[in-house]
């Protein structure tokens, strides 16, 4: 049987399904030409990351598909109810990834209160002329510790942030209307292990009191965090998104920025994703990853393991 990584598996995944028997093309398909790829390969599992889309025409038109498979957590770039209606097995990687995501949440939120988005553009321009001006622009940083972190979604990566957030010092209140408590288990080195206990309390409560907010919901038909809710926030509060593009509305984000009423933003995901809007690449108050959340090499093996495994469990 034949497996199509449309968007790259890693190593181990390809080596687990290699021993199991499976041949694993690694061939980069474009999304108009997939259907005939598929059909004429005889194709039974489709492995994507959020770059294809696999909607009726592919689920419709590739009888030899048994499996779509998503190396990530969300799969909003697949029909997934019309997909197991027809017979599909869609699976995902839910939790594979949620350890690198939560730390880049935590690589914008510490770059970001320190600026070392905006010195690192900064310093190689202007550090030999003017490195006493940009000393003191850049003083007035702000510690993580002793802040609270407004976490809204806390499921999988909202909890591995959590984490993070609590082992550096900081108060966390959640916000997720699926969940009413979770516990946060806090491994060290050692062997040692202490759990936190985290209620989730109303959106209202979170905006209000949080210092900082990170997202980690599924894509929406509304957005999760517009003006309205920016009114809410503190003055100088700072937001990261490393959720969806289109949770925040942009145009208000880049509007509160300019106007002070937030501090700052770091986007790994943007609404007009693969060409994010000038706007909000070129304000200095934002920091800037092209969708690298997932993007570690502990996690990509993690995820090719675990869709390895399923795969093999499904159709072995």
Do not use: W
């Not at 909607?55 to 030899?64: A, G, H, Q």
């Not at 622009?137 to 909890?159: D, P, W």
């Not at 509060?237 to 969806?244: D, H, P, T």
């Not at 509007?255 to 995901?269: N, R, S, T």
């Amino acid at each position: 049987m034949k497996v199509l990584a449309n968007d790259g598996v890693s190593q181990s995944g390809i080596d687990a399904l290699q021993k199991e028997g499976f041949e694993v093309l690694t061939t980069t398909v474009a999304q108009d030409q997939l259907v005939d790829y598929i059909n004429n390969n005889e194709i039974s599992v489709l492995l994507v990351r959020s770059a294809t889309k696999v909607r009726t025409d592919i689920i419709d038109n590739c009888p030899s598909l048994k499996i779509i498979g998503r190396g990530g957590v969300g799969m909003d770039n697949i029909d997934v109810a019309y997909a197991r209606e027809k017979g599909l097995h869609v699976i995902n990687t839910p939790a594979a990834s949620s350890g690198s995501v939560a730390e880049l949440v935590f690589a914008h939120l510490y770059g970001s209160v320190r600026f070392l988005h905006d010195s690192n553009r900064n310093m190689p321009l202007e550090g030999d002329s003017k490195f006493k001006n940009l000393k003191k622009a850049y003083a007035g940083g702000t510690e993580l510790r002793g802040k609270t972190l407004g976490v809204i979604g806390i499921g999988r990566i909202g909890q591995a942030t959590a984490k993070i957030a609590i082992g550096v010092g900081m108060n966390v209140i959640a916000f997720d209307p699926f969940i009413e408590e979770v516990d946060i288990p806090l491994e060290f080195f050692d062997g040692q292990s202490v759990n936190v206990k985290i209620k989730t309390v109303s959106k209202e409560e979170v905006l209000k009191n949080a210092d900082f907010f990170t997202l980690h919901v599924p894509a929406q038909k509304e957005y999760v965090i517009g003006k309205p809710e920016i009114e809410q926030m503190k003055d100088g509060a700072g937001i990261v998104n490393a959720a969806r593009g289109g949770v925040i509305d942009e145009v208000a984000l880049i509007d509160a920025l300019e106007k002070g009423k937030l501090a700052f933003a770091g986007l790994d995901v943007f609404e007009s994703e693969p060409t994010p809007a000038v706007q909000v690449l070129m304000n200095k108050r934002v920091s800037l990853t092209p969708h690298i959340g997932a993007a570690t090499g502990e996690a990509q093996d993690r995820i090719g393991q675990e869709l390895a495994d399923q795969i093999i469990s499904i159709l072995k």
